[in-house]
């Protein structure tokens, strides 16, 4: 994609009632957001666009604080992670829960085989990493637990 197509995307998307747009093309990904201000005459929304461009040499990485240090349960292979057993089924694990050492917290897919993941010790769910179908790498932070 190039600039004029990209200022031309703007200037469509500014004149749009959408508020949030994002455009993917190979490692190019392009996301146009508005933001309505709180102080507008006469209570018309007013957006302001803001724009976000990656370039493929540059790399956002977004991860939240607390990821970065801790205790975690990771994904022993490449698939999707589960956390509920079926569709309709409430989750494995939640935050707050307590669970003991061999119990599941979730499915990783993997070629069509479902693999349940266990915690290795006695824990306390902290924070749920990984989303419900989300695809993860081997050793990627699933849950965040604290040893009990």
Not at 25 to 34: A, N, R, S, T, V
Request: proline share 6%; glycine share 4%.
């Amino acid at each position: 994609m190039n600039l004029k197509e990209i200022e031309k995307l703007i200037e469509l998307f500014s004149q749009k009632e959408m508020s949030k747009i994002s455009l993917k093309d190979g490692e190019f990904e392009l996301c146009l957001e508005k933001t309505t201000s709180s102080y507008v005459s006469q209570n018309l929304p007013q957006a302001t666009p803001q724009v976000v461009v990656a370039q493929p040499t540059q790399v956002e990485v977004q991860q939240a604080p607390s990821v970065e240090s801790g205790l975690f349960i990771e994904s022993p292979m490449v698939g999707t992670f589960y956390r509920c057993p079926s569709p309709n089924a409430s989750p494995y694990v939640n935050v707050g829960d307590k669970i003991k050492k061999g119990q599941v917290i979730g499915i990783v897919e993997a070629m069509k085989i479902m693999n349940e993941i266990e915690a290795e010790f006695d824990c306390k769910i902290v924070e749920i990493v990984a989303n419900d179908a989300q695809p993860v790498e081997f050793g990627s932070k699933l849950i965040k637990v604290e040893k009990i």
